[in-house]
């Protein structure tokens, strides 16, 4: 059987120009497109041919290669560097253009609101192409690694044991000095021990500083390297991080809009993470869905009381526990009378308003008359209370809502709707973070992140717009098609929000 073999000196081993190197069906080639297409005043970015000064790359350059590098998992910037330089799409792409790493890095931190920007254009030209309808939408979030260790991250408590051990190993080393002779001061010992005292003073002001500022701003910690990151609790383990939020349509399960918060729980952020997408959207959605993770009846209702159907469940009904049992002493026994704003036990006894509790969000309701109430004296004391005080019963600030959106969720359609939720929502997470290897960001600082979550959203958009139009010239004809009315599409949408 014959061999085949190379020739490293064959004169036409590639084509004749950079545009040859790719076929015409090469995704690439989408990439290109949707850059072209994009309003770079929009993103704030001013293409200037006439700037004055030393020549630069061109914005429009550097952001096809973020977004198609992003697009197959290419994230840092020396990775990115070799890829112009061996990798025959990105040399296309690039127009023979070859960035070094740190002129790279230096535009995606220069740049970071004009990266969060494009996927606000991808969104709606995925509006004005039909492919998102924004009458469905679906939230959820993932958690993910920030560019610091954990191990940088000060508490009060952490910042006082820390600074008590440099206490005593100042005082250990200023002793050890003093033994040594001062004949013997140019020798390593003595030179390792002053670099060593210095190095504490050093690591004694800097978390001062840091204890300072958790005193002065009231933060429950701070991480030396990202600031702005904070405690994340992961399946496994613990780490510094960021808490992931897209919300996605229910036409294709494309990525409407994309955000990123410094908080350990869902619990406050749905009527933020939807108020986001109904100002891309440049209208209110129709029907909102999350999954538990987000049931907080003061935050549900904000959505709620603009008219928009919420489906999200209890903890209790996306568990599927049944309904506990009702005794003749449970709370749902106690009849409660919304106009006089009181309980009725089931012996004929009142429960009247005590206090609200408004940073946990309820109210509690007591028996009159203290030590000297009628629960003492009924034959089922110790059975529905053993307190002194009496029964007390304590009542959601909004238990109306959190009722009417559980007896929502459980109707026929609102269930059809919660079982496309992962199919909608999931799927962009697994292609993010499987496919694409996101485990953790590179870049630091909110903005920093929300630009990062805002390109692999946009990149998640084109991989499903490539799909959805069936191939590679459909989708740039589409795009190519919006390049002169983009502009138009953007301005009216901004006059509604």
């Not at 740190?102 to 004009?114: D, G, Y």
């Not at 199919?423 to 920093?448: C, D, S, T, V, W």
């Amino acid at each position: 059987m014959a061999y085949r073999y190379g020739d490293r000196y064959q004169i036409a081993l590639f084509p004749q120009s950079i545009e040859e190197y790719v076929n015409k069906d090469d995704p690439v080639r989408a990439y290109d497109a949707f850059v072209e297409a994009l309003d770079f005043r929009e993103l704030g970015i001013i293409l200037d041919e006439n700037k004055i000064g030393n020549s630069e790359y061109n914005p429009k350059a550097m952001i096809k290669l973020l977004l198609y590098g992003y697009s197959y998992g290419l994230r840092s910037s020396r990775q990115l560097e070799r890829a112009v330089h061996h990798n025959l799409s990105f040399i296309w792409l690039l127009e023979g253009l070859k960035p070094d790493h740190k002129t790279i890095a230096n535009f995606r931190r220069n740049n970071r609101k004009a990266l969060k920007e494009i996927l606000r254009q991808c969104a709606r030209m995925c509006i004005k192409l039909g492919l998102i309808e924004g009458n469905t939408l679906f939230v959820d979030s993932t958690r993910i690694r920030a560019n610091a260790s954990i191990k940088n991250t000060y508490n009060l408590d952490k910042c006082q044991r820390h600074l008590k051990k440099i206490d005593e190993r100042i005082e250990v080393i200023l002793l050890e000095c003093d033994k040594i002779d001062q004949r013997e001061e140019n020798q390593a010992s003595w030179v390792k021990l002053n670099k060593e005292l210095q190095d504490k003073k050093a690591l004694k002001c800097k978390i001062g500083n840091v204890l300072e500022e958790l005193r002065l701003e009231k933060k429950l910690s701070i991480n030396t390297t990202d600031r702005d990151s904070t405690k994340i609790n992961f399946p496994t383990c613990t780490h510094a991080g960021y808490s992931g939020h897209i919300v996605t349509d229910e036409k294709h399960g494309l990525i409407t809009s994309a955000d990123v918060v410094n908080e350990n729980e869902d619990s406050n952020q749905f009527t933020n993470q939807i108020n986001q997408a109904n100002k891309v959207l440049g209208k209110n959605c129709t029907i909102a869905c999350a999954d538990a993770g987000y049931s907080h009846a003061a935050d549900l209702k904000q959505i709620d009381q603009q008219g928009i159907k919420v489906i999200v469940p209890t903890q209790r009904q996306a568990l599927r526990r049944p309904p506990k049992e009702p005794n003749h002493f449970d709370k749902n026994s106690f009849l409660y009378n919304k106009d006089k704003d009181c309980y009725l036990c089931p012996e004929g006894y009142t429960l009247q308003y005590k206090c609200s509790v408004r940073h946990r969000g309820y109210k509690e309701y007591i028996m009159p008359g203290g030590k000297n109430n009628p629960c003492k004296n009924c034959n089922n004391f110790g059975i529905c209370t053993k307190s002194q005080s009496g029964r007390k019963i304590t009542r959601l600030l909004d238990e109306e809502v959190k009722e009417k959106l559980e007896a929502l969720f459980e109707q026929p359609d609102s269930q059809a709707i919660y079982k496309l939720r992962k199919q909608r929502i999931e799927h962009p997470f697994g292609h993010i973070k499987r496919n694409l290897g996101m485990n953790a960001f590179l870049m630091r600082g909110l903005e920093g992140v929300r630009a990062e979550i805002s390109l692999l959203a946009g990149c998640f958009n084109i991989r499903r717009m490539l799909t959805i139009l069936g191939g590679v010239e459909p989708l740039i004809r589409q795009l190519r098609g919006q390049k002169d009315t983009i502009v138009s599409l953007l301005q009216p949408t901004e006059a509604l929000i």
